[in-house]
């Protein structure tokens, strides 16, 4: 598996943000979504795609298309600028992946 | 409220040892899977090593085996990462997580940092 994350994405504040995740043998797998800010412990945002724990806001959610996960954020603050990794889990080599990830920048 | 805890960061010269921690509180540490992840400077995410609830299994990422090994303590709610022979490039801020199923990390400690110098 290779996870492919566009290096950057920057939008508006109030505007939305489609950050994606491209897997190669995507088949039916789970993505997780992370958060990760400078100095903070990472934040899982979105699990088995779609889900979202509880604490995370109703404007963060997840989708699947084909071999693309996307997180979409609504509304964006200033607050959700940080780096967002997506993951999943390889069971074929037995090793979970990371995307490279995309670092969001709020104008 | 749930946590993890790590600990044990340094900075050691290349070829020696060192031992993580990361001390869990606040949930029944026996019944999950763990896992190790680090973030060397300027650097993604990268995944180390997992165990599972009993020890059972263990896996690890390939530049790590028979260098790293994970393990744990339940009686102290406890994980560890032994890790010897280290070279420059496994400094990184270690992170372990508390994983759910399909593997994902839904609890984070804050880190500690590891100088391979």
């Known amino acids: 598996y290779v996870l492919t994350q566009a290096p950057s994405v920057s939008v508006a504040p109030g505007q939305t943000a489609s950050l994606t995740c491209e897997i190669n043998n995507f088949g039916r797998r789970s993505v997780h979504w992370y958060q990760l800010k400078p100095g903070q412990a990472p934040l899982l945002v979105i699990y088995f795609g779609s889900d979202r724990p509880s604490g995370i806001p109703g404007r963060f959610s997840g989708s699947n298309s084909g071999s693309t996960a996307t997180l979409t954020i609504s509304r964006v603050e200033a607050g959700d600028e940080a780096d967002y990794y997506c993951q999943v889990w390889d069971s074929v080599n037995e090793r979970v992946i990371f995307g490279g990830g995309t670092k969001l920048t709020v104008l | 409220q749930v946590s993890l805890v790590e600990s044990g960061g340094a900075v050691v010269q290349p070829g020696r040892s060192l031992r993580l921690s990361c001390a869990a509180s606040?949930?029944?540490?026996?019944?999950?899977?763990m896992q190790w992840v680090r973030q060397a400077p300027g650097k993604g995410l990268d995944w180390v090593a997992i165990i599972s609830y009993n020890e059972n299994v263990k896996y690890y990422e390939d530049s790590v085996k028979g260098r790293f090994t994970i393990s744990r303590d339940s009686s102290k709610s406890t994980l560890y990462l032994q890790m010897s022979n280290l070279r420059a490039e496994d400094s990184a801020v270690y992170y372990c997580?508390?994983?759910?199923?399909?593997?994902?990390?839904?609890?984070w400690g804050k880190g500690t940092t590891v100088i391979v110098s």
């Open positions: 606040n949930f029944t540490f026996k019944s999950y899977t």
């Open positions: 997580a508390r994983s759910g199923a399909a593997y994902y990390m839904d609890v």
